[in-house]
């Protein structure tokens, strides 16, 4: 990559901000200026990048025709304007947020769906998807060939980095009162999560389906590409602090092959698979890694044709960063 860009990360300072600021030095990305952005709780902050400490600046002061490339790490409702601003600046968006409808920014796995980009123009208005997203995708990608696939049903459980250093703190803070006994008052969920469950994350719509729920089934069938296909998907608060795991079933036309299926994740980078007789965990395995963990791999015990599997993923860094950054290499590689 020899043609180097002026980037501008918007919400420089969150935990995945920085974990992009961190790749783009890791993976030698071609920057040109590269702008650290964020609200104003945190502007005069500063991250490291090739040796030099950058000073986080003001969001609202900011003029995206200073770049051509933005990376946009913040809440759905923070980042509409700001997405916005960057498109008539005339700049490319990788937005991490999924503020806007698929049919306006494609969502992308470069893994799973890198093709597609074929269909876009510059401008280029993309999204990298829900981290659970990138994590099943990366793994069902290389099976399309081998499986018909009708239906995928997910549990994930989510780790409470998902809504960012306020999750992180929050568990934080409720470990420590229970464990030197004092009372707890939740302020960031609902209720307690440390020790505990939630079978809730986020908002909830009318049907009775979480937001979340909503945006992992659209999103998937997107980057999927496969007609007819059916999802199905729970998530759960845990308290964990990074890491998303997922117990996944999926329904196919025809008898799976173990042995097969075994062979073409073996065959797929960015997929690490764990024989039966160990399986992965987030906190073992998954965190500060860029691929995705797959064990457990089995047939339905009624149903030949249904195939169950385990992945455990880093939502901060392979769900979200590191697969913001690919998206970004696909195009100055071959469309910028």
């Known amino acids: 990559m020899s043609k180097s860009l002026d980037i501008a990360v918007v919400g420089a300072s969150g935990t995945i901000g920085e974990t992009i600021v961190q790749l783009l030095e890791e993976r030698d990305f071609p920057v040109g200026n590269l702008h650290l952005l964020a609200g104003n709780a945190s502007a005069g902050q500063s991250l490291s990048f090739r040796g030099k400490n950058l000073r986080v600046r003001e969001l609202t ?18 980042a509409r304007p700001h997405i916005e601003a960057a498109v008539a600046a005339g700049c490319s968006v ?15 796995v470069p893994e799973a769906n890198g093709d597609s980009l074929i269909e876009a123009k510059p401008p280029f208005l993309l999204c990298s998807p829900a981290p659970v997203v990138v994590a099943l995708a990366t793994v069902l990608a290389p099976l399309r060939d081998e499986l018909e696939m009708h239906k995928v049903s997910l549990t994930a459980a989510l780790s409470v980095s998902s809504l960012g250093r306020k999750g992180i703190t929050e568990l934080a803070r409720q470990t420590a009162e229970l464990l030197n006994m004092r009372p707890l008052e939740p302020k960031v969920f609902d209720r307690q999560v440390a020790f505990n469950v939630l079978a809730q994350v986020g908002g909830m719509e009318e049907s009775g389906h979480a937001h979340m729920e909503r945006r992992i089934t659209d999103e998937l069938k997107q980057v999927m590409g496969i007609q007819g296909l059916k999802v199905a998907a729970a998530c759960t608060q845990v308290p964990v602090f990074f890491g998303d795991s997922l117990c996944v079933s999926l329904q196919t036309a025809q008898a799976v092959d173990i042995t097969a299926v075994a062979a073409l994740l073996d065959g797929q980078a960015g997929i690490e698979r764990v024989e039966n007789s160990d399986y992965p965990t987030v906190v073992g395995d998954a965190v500060g890694q860029d691929e995705v963990y797959v064990g457990r791999l089995r047939t339905g015990l009624d149903d030949p044709a249904e195939l169950n599997l385990w992945i455990a993923s880093d939502n901060v860094r392979k769900g979200s960063a590191l697969n913001a950054v690919q998206i970004a290499e696909l195009l100055i590689k071959h469309y910028l």
Do not use: H, K, T
């Open 61 to 78: 002061d900011f003029s995206f025709a200073q770049v051509q490339l933005v990376f946009c790490a913040v809440a759905e409702d923070v």
């Open 94 to 108: 990788i937005d991490l947020s999924g503020a806007l409808p698929l049919e306006r920014a494609m969502r992308l």
